[in-house]
């Protein structure tokens, strides 16, 4: 079968697929059109990163990157030129390829006015070479159609068996969350009007509207998730939560080293593992595990999971300022900002920076320097109060992240500074 044919039996299941979505009363034609506030006019790709079509969106469960691809956010082929848009996705994916990262693909939205050729998705394939391949752990396509069964046939000969384990089909938008943590995710609202319309056609399936059951209240030593106030009154007023001292002291110990230290992910049931130990108050031996990374992503997790950023919401707004600061005046903002969150927090933040500093000063030999600590680090110090941290809010947050690391003496030296007060 000719190329020609395959295209034109992809625009037809494509058709098909717009067909059932009409059958559902879900509407399947105009893009999303809401853009990044915080994306500046004068970024590289600015024609193709402001419709929001790529986004990063913190950790998965494993402690990895996870970044979403939304169809419905994408316009028709003649707003858009597909060639910038794959320079686009893999400018985006530099930043971390050398982490691991797993990929969501929300397929809702792709229609026959927007979709690339089939001669695109070849060339995006083969761009993607090892690099880019080697660190994906995991490629989640939500609401899957019969037009990517049809594009599954078409690629089945250029694609890796290794590869092909790594694609999960996930049909209701529920099943992320036996993944990563769902409310991470910048779910397009469309996205969601389709799930729900997908649910209320399936038995079996609660709706969505049905009512989560109230939280329950905190163990009497627990550490995941609850507030830093909730662990100093626990612990009697250790400023150093129990789970940051350990996990720091042993990657002091053995891990500084380490190459890729904070990269890798380890296993999901390994970190719940953990987790159940430490918010039961029973010890834990990193040793017995046997993987540097365990402790590291331990680390990470905690933080994410801290009802308010280590730096809180309050700094977020000032945080993503940092950018129309002059550099020689950058870490003296640092420390501006800094002199305004609790005591509580700067004790911590000061302890997990010097920690961080040590290993960017052995980069060398860990390949970890400020930069990539921050890569890893920004969106788990700081997030916004409502909604997600957008692609545009993560070139400030992880400067500033590499200004704390990088500059460890002069911005933690002292909480007192001078100068004019924060606008």
């Known amino acids: 079968m000719s190329e020609v044919d395959f295209e034109q039996l992809a625009e037809i299941e494509l058709q098909k697929d717009e067909e059932d979505f009409a059958v559902l009363g879900v509407q399947n034609s105009a893009p999303v059109t809401g853009e990044d506030a915080n994306l500046s006019i004068h970024h590289p790709y600015y024609d193709v990163a402001r419709h929001n079509i790529i986004q990063v969106a913190g950790d998965d469960n494993s402690g990895r990157m996870v970044i979403t691809f939304s169809c419905c956010r994408m316009p028709p082929s003649y707003q858009i030129d597909h060639v910038r848009l794959l320079e686009y996705l893999k400018f985006t994916l530099d930043r971390y390829v050398e982490n691991d990262y797993i990929v969501v693909y929300f397929h809702y939205g792709l229609n026959s006015r927007n979709k690339p050729s089939l001669s695109w998705l070849q060339s995006a394939y083969k761009e993607f070479d090892r690099k880019y391949k080697k660190n994906l752990k995991a490629l989640y396509v939500v609401h899957p159609t019969n037009f990517i069964k049809v594009l599954w046939n078409i690629f089945k000969p250029l694609i890796s068996h290794k590869f092909g384990k790594k694609v999960s089909y996930l049909n209701y938008l529920s099943d992320l969350r036996d993944h990563l943590k769902y409310d991470q995710l910048n779910i397009p609202q469309e996205v969601k009007w389709h799930d729900e319309k997908l649910l209320s056609k399936q038995k079996g399936h609660p709706p969505r509207s049905a ?213």
């Open 211 to 423: 009512k989560i059951p109230p939280p329950r209240p905190p163990l009497p030593m627990q550490q995941f998730g609850v507030s830093l106030q909730y662990l100093k009154d626990k612990s009697q007023g250790e400023l150093i939560p129990t789970v940051v001292k350990q996990s720091v002291s042993y990657l002091k110990l053995k891990g500084l080293r380490t190459e890729g230290l904070f990269r890798r992910s380890a296993s999901v049931q390994t970190i719940r593992e953990i987790q159940k130990l430490y918010n039961l108050g029973r010890p834990v031996n990193f040793d017995v595990y046997g993987d540097i990374h365990v402790p590291a992503v331990i680390l990470k997790t905690f933080l994410r999971e801290l009802p308010e950023p280590l730096l809180t919401f309050e700094s977020y707004e000032k945080i993503l300022g940092i950018t129309s600061v002059e550099s020689i005046l950058r870490a003296t903002y640092c420390k501006e900002i800094l002199y305004k969150i609790p005591a509580h927090n700067y004790a911590i933040l000061k302890y997990l920076m010097c920690f961080l500093n040590m290993v960017h000063r052995e980069s060398i030999t860990n390949k970890m320097t400020s930069f990539n600590l921050a890569c890893v680090f920004g969106l788990n110090l700081v997030w916004p109060s409502e909604g997600t941290l957008s692609l545009g809010a993560l070139v400030p947050v992880n400067m500033f992240a590499e200004l704390l690391i990088e500059f460890y003496e002069n911005i933690f030296s002292s909480r007192s500074f001078t100068g004019e007060a924060l606008p």
